[in-house]
């Protein structure tokens, strides 16, 4: 089992960039994050393959937002530029076998979560 831990999270402001990271105890394969806004329920933001070779976006955060991962490091990370009050949400990545995934039922190990808030 997979223990993987987010940081980065905070407080910003409309425009404003954050970079996400998530370190992992172990080798992992595909890795997303995904995002969960009060009330709504968790959603795809991306995912990568472990070559780091090919990425998937969701529509919402393309041009914006960025996933890489430094495999030596066990880690993962999420550049978010141009942010916007609706990216506030907990930003949670996960591990999974199945290469660029959105659906949160392909991911096996999950993260506690970061906190994301961006006002206006």
């Known amino acids: 089992q997979v223990q993987l831990v987010e940081s980065g999270g905070g407080l910003v402001q409309a425009g404003d960039s954050l970079r996400l990271s998530c370190a992992a105890s172990?080798?992992?394969?595909?890795m997303g994050w995904f995002r969960q806004a009060p009330g709504k329920e968790r959603e795809f933001v991306a995912a990568?393959?472990?070559?780091?070779?090919?990425?998937h976006l969701a529509d919402s955060v393309k041009g914006r937002f960025t996933i890489s991962r430094d495999n030596a490091k066990n880690t993962v990370y999420l550049q978010m530029d141009s942010l916007k009050p609706e990216d506030t949400a907990v930003y949670y990545c996960?591990?999974?076998?199945?290469?660029?995934?959105?659906?949160?039922?392909?991911?096996?190990?999950w993260g506690q979560g970061t906190q994301v808030t961006v006002s206006s």
């Open positions: 172990g080798r992992t394969f595909s």
């Open positions: 996960a591990a999974g076998k199945y290469s660029l995934s959105s659906s949160l039922g392909s991911y096996d190990n």
């Open positions: 990568i393959t472990y070559s780091a070779g090919n990425t």
